[in-house]
């Protein structure tokens, strides 16, 4: 674990600042992730795990206007039926492939809208063994994409023998998984700091690619009827361009404001439903507005968006040289700040600052 601001970030090729946020960083591989957390709900006395099982459908009231449980298959080889599994409340945390839209639609009800924003973006990601002289105290090296260089790049230590490279790609140019062509592509980051990493370094791993063709938002929100006893969080509501780190503090701000409602007893869907609407607000402004600085990215450049990009722009140049920037990025960033936090005067004066135009390290 380390501090989020004193990791190594680059905009386009110039370093960060560091600073200490207080804000800590976590680098780890998914399945350890998962399974912390897992072991941690499985801690809890009341939870049982229904292992290799697949929701197939609601049950509902004959009128529709409560759900009362769940259509449930095992997907073992030896499964037998499907069977029903009632619940006083149930919660879609189902991922992007949630089907709840097609199942309240065969309830009566309407599909929410769905806002996508086709990013085409694929990380292909490899592991190498850890030498000593890696990193040089860091946990993590971050290229971040720009629009003048869209390709980005992620280089850190996930435990003491193992270091992991994501490169990025967007709107199609994807980081290819031939080894050759992979170490390519990190030589062609304007930083050379992960390619000098990686170059002579022990492969652990295949390259493996991982597409995310859009970031999606399921308005359920905006719907003027719902069935009470159900609920959506997480990825089913809204899948974030993963470039941008929030889509598992959404899920855990949502799963607060869960707890806070379930203290007062069962909570209206509408009324939570707007609730995660109004907690989705926020990141997806950023994820998509910081999607459009990309040339050939589709979608409307409205003064908000041009100005606000610019500014953002002007923010990371000015990060290069003063602290004060580098917090306020990463306070936004991870989500602790509103936007508006950049608009404080110590962070304008920050961006007011002649910046020395172009790439490259700041003298
Ligand atoms: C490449 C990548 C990098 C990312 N990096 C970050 C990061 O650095 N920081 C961050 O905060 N977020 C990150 N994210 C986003 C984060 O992974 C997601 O926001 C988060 O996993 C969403 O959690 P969830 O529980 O809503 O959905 P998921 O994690 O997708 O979990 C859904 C679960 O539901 C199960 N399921 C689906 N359908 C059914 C069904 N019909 N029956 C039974 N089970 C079902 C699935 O098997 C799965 O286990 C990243 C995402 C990607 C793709």
New binding site residues.
Partial sequence: MGDLGEQRWYFNARPFRSTRTGLPSVTAQ?PVLEEYFRDKVAALPNVTFLER????GFLSTPDGRQVTGVRLRSTAADAGSAFNLDADLLVD???????TPVWLEELGYERPVEQRMAIGLA?TTRLYRRRPDMLNGTQFINCIASREFPRGAFFGQVDRKTCIV?LTGILGDHPPTDPGGFLAFARSLPVADVYEQIRHAEPLSDPVC?R?PASVRRHYERLPRLPERLLV????VC??N?NY???????AMEVMALRRRLSRGTPSTIAFMREVGRIVDQPWFISTTNDLKYNGMAGHRGLTARMGNAYVTRLHHAAAKDPAVTNALMRVAGLIDRPTALMRPRVLLGALRPQKPGTGPVE
């Fill in positions: 998914r099982t697949d929701v197939l945390a189902t991922g992007r492939g949630s089907r990380y994501s991982f995310f969080l997480g990825d089913a899948s974030l993963p780190s929030q889509g598992m503090t959404v899920a």
